[in-house]
Nanobody, 117 residues
Framework: QVQLVESGGGLVQPGGSLKLSCAAS????????MGWYRQAPGKERELVAR?????????ADSVKGRFTITISRDNAKIAVYLQMNSLKPEDTAMYYC?????????WGHGTQVTVSS
């Protein structure tokens, strides 16, 4: 089992920045990729950014150049971060952390990001 806890969401004005954090604990040795996804009201959940254990990153076209995913790891925990700059109203959504393992994917409960003036 892997437990994921997200933090860092909130209300920000257009053009502002936020940094999301996701702490993974438990059977972290099984994780081979982690990422951030988002879901806006009435829309499907979509990939925002993803980082694999071999260092490959994937970003949604809509966030390239504005968002950066990073990771830190020690023996007991993995933390994945999403630095979001130049935020736009269309970035408003619930943001979810995902951990991928060979047999199962784990999801956090989400953190709300609202971009509004």
């Amino acid at each position: 089992q892997v437990q994921l806890v997200e933090s860092g969401g909130g209300l920000v004005q257009p053009g502002g920045s936020l940094k999301l954090s996701c702490a993974a604990s438990g059977s972290i040795f099984s994780i081979n990729a982690m990422g951030w996804y988002r879901q806006a009201p009435g829309k499907e959940r979509e990939l925002v950014a993803r980082l694999t254990s071999d260092g490959r990153t994937d970003y949604a076209d809509s966030v390239k150049g504005r968002f950066t995913i990073t990771i830190s790891r020690d023996n007991a925990k993995i933390a994945v971060y999403l630095q979001m700059n130049s935020l736009k109203p269309e970035d408003t959504a619930m943001y979810y952390c995902k951990a991928e393992a060979p047999k199962y994917n784990y999801w956090g409960h989400g953190t709300q990001v609202t971009v509004s003036s």
